[in-house]
């Protein structure tokens, strides 16, 4: 296997960096802790193959970014890991189809989203908007900000002590916006 081009891992540099001030996030408001197990880049069929293997055995989310990068994130929790990320927040019995799972999970992917757009940001000098979350209820229609031609990285996370509590996030960034980020190297 070939190692990654220069620009390829400056962009997983910065986002390996960009999780990990999501994670912290996380940390600090729930009771449970992430760990990111592992990186990979990804394209937009690696993540419909996703998606379509994991069933509904999964919590889908999504949000648009904006501003200088435009792109998309979509976070994937297990449905233990759901649990384990909103037990410390929800009293009741935790659906995703109720109303006070559903707000508490995409307040969880908006923090999430935030803080790995903010972190990214950040780090790069770029303005990075993250849209308003939505729960995706049919796993196959994607919106159509995801675009094939987005370079995409897939984060594996879990919780340490709970080895079914896994949960993934896709960060796809639009070529255009990559200029800036990765610099001219092109070649």
């Given at each position: 296997?070939?190692?990654?081009?220069?620009?390829?891992?400056n962009?997983?540099?910065?986002?390996?960096?960009?999780?990990?001030?999501?994670?912290?996030?996380?940390?600090?408001?729930?009771?449970c802790s992430?760990?990111?197990?592992?990186?990979?880049?990804?394209?937009?069929?690696?993540?419909?193959?996703?998606?379509?293997?994991?069933?509904?055995?999964?919590?889908?989310?999504?949000?648009?970014?904006?501003?200088?990068?435009?792109?998309?994130?979509?976070?994937?929790?297990?449905?233990?890991?759901?649990?384990?990320?909103?037990?410390?927040?929800?009293?009741?019995?935790?659906?995703?189809?109720?109303?006070?799972?559903?707000?508490?999970?995409?307040?969880?992917?908006?923090?999430?989203?935030?803080?790995?757009a903010?972190?990214?940001?950040?780090?790069?000098?770029?303005?990075?908007?993250?849209?308003?979350?939505?729960?995706?209820?049919?796993?196959?229609?994607?919106?159509?900000?995801?675009?094939?031609?987005?370079?995409?990285?897939?984060?594996?996370?879990?919780?340490?002590?709970?080895?079914?509590?896994?949960?993934?996030?896709?960060?796809?960034?639009?070529?255009?916006?990559?200029?800036?980020?990765?610099g001219?190297?092109?070649?």
């Amino acid at each position: 296997m070939s190692s990654p081009s220069p620009q390829l891992a400056n962009l997983l540099s910065l986002c390996r960096q960009a999780m990990h001030g999501a994670i912290l996030a996380v940390d600090k408001w729930v009771d449970c802790s992430l760990a990111l197990v592992a990186q990979t880049p990804v394209d937009l069929a690696d993540f419909q193959r996703y998606l379509e293997d994991a069933g509904s055995q999964k919590d889908t989310l999504v949000l648009q970014l904006k501003g200088d990068l435009v792109g998309a994130l979509s976070l994937n929790l297990s449905r233990r890991m759901t649990h384990l990320l909103l037990e410390p927040l929800v009293e009741e019995e935790i659906d995703p189809a109720r109303p006070l799972s559903r707000s508490a999970l995409l307040e969880m992917t908006n923090l999430i989203g935030s803080s790995f757009a903010n972190s990214l940001a950040e780090a790069t000098e770029l303005s990075l908007l993250p849209s308003v979350p939505q729960l995706l209820e049919e796993s196959n229609l994607l919106p159509d900000y995801f675009s094939p031609e987005a370079l995409g990285v897939r984060f594996d996370l879990e919780e340490p002590s709970d080895s079914s509590g896994t949960g993934v996030l896709f960060v796809f960034l639009q070529p255009e916006g990559l200029t800036q980020l990765l610099g001219d190297e092109q070649g």
